[in-house]
């Protein structure tokens, strides 16, 4: 499921200890409520076999599995009663807000042109935002910076995306509100896209230095553009607020492919990260065995 698809919607490996999908199976089944070691994100429509279609349905269904976070990437484009509906169910359940897009463009040079129509849309969308968040109670947002300018040499793209996130951290920092830069990969996704690895956004971030500007580190992205996961997270943890979790091959639930999640989750723990991990990635399964096959694998991959 690409990135696409979610905003639609609404929206290495380490074969001596890594869960496979059927030893998932075979090693646990979620009965009640799970005591999770981090707080792990569904998104809406991932459990509407077992929870129904009903957003609320979900969120109460999310929380009864022990899930302490949400992730909805399309929350933005959501009426404005919805916003506020789901605001106060996650504040009745006990539930933190994960990340919505703010602003997001796979087809134009945004952030890396420097052109003024641009600009003025990005930090509209920015301003536009600032409501949102205060509405859902959220404190990140994704940032994805457009496309290449292939009209320009890389020093001017990267000032020129350096000086818009300066304009669009005034913005969030007097809101306390968190741009996260999320990096996407070349290979599989998003081959025109200016993010796409992790050195690259700490540089940014380093140079933009606000607290509004950090990064999202997408798991499953960061697999296939540069691997090295674990010694990446280290060498970028001062900048890195947010995870988001997906196997690769396939971006599905952990233990569906070749990312050693037990060992990366509990590597992610032992650091002392209390944010979000936002499950951003499709079911391997159709039906209520999918959804439950999900919950299975958090589980049993939160066992470390």
Request: net charge negative; aromatic share 10%; with cysteine.
């Amino acid at each position: 499921m690409n990135r696409r698809d979610f905003l639609a919607t609404g929206l290495a490996a380490g074969a001596a200890v890594a869960v496979s999908s059927t030893d998932t199976q075979a090693e646990t089944k979620s009965s009640g409520k799970h005591q999770f070691k981090l707080n792990y994100a569904p998104h809406f429509g991932m459990f509407r076999n077992l929870a129904g279609e009903d957003l609320i349905d979900q969120l109460k269904f999310m929380a009864d599995q022990g899930f302490t976070a949400l992730e909805d990437n399309g929350m933005k484009n959501r009426p404005t009663d919805v916003q506020e509906k789901i605001a106060r169910e996650m504040e009745r359940l006990g539930m933190t807000m994960g990340v919505f897009v703010a602003t997001a463009d796979f087809q134009n040079p945004t952030f890396a042109s420097g052109r003024q129509d641009y600009r003025d849309k990005v930090l509209a969308d920015i301003k536009a935002s600032l409501e949102v968040a205060k509405r859902v109670n959220a404190k990140w947002c994704t940032v994805v910076p457009g496309t290449f300018d292939h009209r320009q040499p890389m020093g001017y793209q990267t000032a020129n995306v350096i000086e818009l996130l300066k304009r669009c951290s005034e913005i969030c920092e007097p809101a306390g509100l968190v741009m996260v830069l999320e990096p996407l990969n070349h290979w599989t996704n998003h081959p025109e896209l200016f993010l796409h690895k992790i050195p690259q956004a700490y540089m940014i971030c380093k140079s933009v230095a606000s607290p509004s500007c950090k990064i999202l580190f997408d798991i499953y992205h960061q697999q296939i553009t540069e691997g090295n996961l674990i010694p990446n997270i280290d060498k970028a943890w001062d900048e890195i607020p947010y995870f988001q979790i997906g196997d690769n091959p396939g971006r599905k639930e952990p233990g569906t492919g070749e990312i050693n999640y037990r060992n990366i989750f509990k590597h992610i723990y032992e650091k002392g990260f209390k944010g979000v991990m936002g499950m951003e990635h499709g079911n391997s399964r159709p039906g209520k065995e999918g959804d439950q096959a999900v919950i299975d694998a958090y589980v049993a991959h939160d066992q470390f």
